[in-house]
């Protein structure tokens, strides 16, 4: 459980660093907000992005193999991004006004959970 919420606030402080960095393009109003946004996201993430991970993977397999699977790293890159602009099309408090700023977003958020999920699972050990 402890886990969760170290995860939960590791994605709350990228969710206010790209914020801070993104020159206007991502707004968060408050802590309440990019908790509310964090979880949203983590559940989009969870539910959302494996059937459309699926599905796109399904139309682009020959991109795939040309590309020795990268292609399947920047599918799942642009879906997270894609995620993450509905996100901030959705949630009142939470904007996110152009596709770049998704992106951006995107990549830090992953790059923040993926160091909590090792430092959780570093510390089940």
Not at 21 to 44: C, E, K, P, R
Not at 104 to 111: K, N, Q, R
């Amino acid at each position: 459980m402890i886990g969760f919420f170290i995860r939960l606030a590791a994605s709350v402080v990228a969710l206010f660093l790209v914020a801070h960095f993104s020159n206007g393009a991502v707004q968060l109003n408050n802590v309440s907000t990019a908790i509310i946004a964090a979880i949203v996201l983590g559940i989009a993430n969870a539910f959302v992005k494996p059937v459309l991970y699926w599905i796109a993977q399904k139309v682009t397999c020959v991109l795939s193999c040309i590309t020795l699977g990268l292609w399947s790293l920047i599918l799942s890159w642009l879906i997270s991004a894609l995620i993450f602009y509905c996100a901030g099309q959705w949630l009142s408090g939470f904007s996110v006004r152009t596709f770049r700023a998704a992106l951006l977003g995107a990549l830090v958020l992953a790059i923040f959970n993926s160091i909590a999920s090792v430092l959780t699972r570093w510390g089940e050990e």
